[in-house]
């Protein structure tokens, strides 16, 4: 079944924990208000996801071998 969803997050470990297919850790270089949306468009065989975020930042990410 095929389904989308947009999500606004206000801190950048509520954005890591719901990021898909991923181990991530998002690490904001500069001061200010953090906010961010995660686009998702899920398809039967295929997961697509974006984020915006208002604040420069550093991620690391390992990929999930279940996915």
Known sequence: MSSSAVLDF???ETLQ????????KITVTDVG???STLT???LPRL???QSRMSLPFIAHTANTTTR
């Open 10 to 12: 206000t801190e950048p």
């Open 47 to 49: 997961w697509l996801q």
């Open 33 to 35: 208000a953090f906010k």
């Open 17 to 24: 924990s719901s990021l898909r297919g991923a181990k991530a």
């Open 40 to 42: 998702r468009i899920d």
